[in-house]
């Protein structure tokens, strides 16, 4: 199984700056997600993050808010940009190894 | 596109109660279907899949059984218990683009 490393586990932040979580697998995955789940609610996927190319979004997510860098098969980072208390969420990544589906423990983000 | 629907919650039950929760999908092509757990304060796990039609995924004593003809992976256990009272998550995963997708989330509340 692949061991996914996220961090940081939870941050506070102010409105108006920036937070970057990382994602670190302990082998070389075919694919990686980032996902979202806000207060109460399901996971809504953001993106795809693609090895060597940029990240392919999913409807409502866009590269300016969302930066994401994906430099190898088992790193990726995922940006929240000029924060607002909107973007107070819980934050995944999420890895398919060996066809099967691996989520890390999650960046609770809670912005002022 | 692809989407997700799990019957709304919360499902509040007397321990030893026989629990179903409703799941269906849209998809193109042959996904492969999952039940998530969320227990208070814990991340997503993996509960059962199921990856071809007539396959049924258990673990735990939970029980689905993929359903190309009505496309529903529907959740059962015979007899629950107050440790099951999470939150729970049923899943598709494309077959084209591996994306895993997710239900809205049903709350089970188990009373003793």
């Known amino acids: 199984s692949a061991v996914i490393s996220q961090k940081p586990s939870r941050d506070i932040c102010q409105r108006g700056t920036s937070l970057t979580i990382q994602c670190q697998v302990d082998s070389q995955v075919t694919m990686m997600f980032w996902y979202r789940q806000q207060p109460g609610q399901s996971l809504t996927l953001i993106a795809t993050a693609n090895q060597g190319s940029e990240a392919t979004y999913e409807s409502g997510f866009v590269i300016d808010k969302f930066p994401i860098s994906r430099p190898n098969l088992t790193f990726s980072t995922l940006t929240v940009s000029n924060m607002s208390p909107e973007d107070s969420s819980i934050y995944l990544c999420s890895v398919v190894g060996n066809e099967k589906l691996f989520f890390g423990s999650g960046t609770q983000l809670s912005v002022l | 596109g692809n989407s997700v629907t799990q019957m709304e919650g919360p499902v509040t039950l007397s321990e030893e109660a026989f629990l179903t929760i409703n799941c269906t999908y849209t998809a193109t092509g042959y996904p492969s279907l999952f039940w998530y757990v969320q227990y208070p304060g814990e991340g997503l796990q993996l509960l059962l899949k199921a990856t071809k039609a007539d396959d049924k995924g258990s673990n735990k004593g939970f029980e689905a059984t993929y359903r190309k003809e009505t496309t529903s992976f529907h959740l059962e256990k015979g007899s629950v218990q107050v440790s099951d009272s999470a939150v729970y998550f049923c899943?598709?995963?494309?077959?084209?683009?591996?994306?895993?997708?997710f239900g809205q989330g049903t709350t089970l509340q188990v009373k003793p």
């Open positions: 899943a598709l995963r494309s077959s084209n683009t591996g994306k895993l997708i």
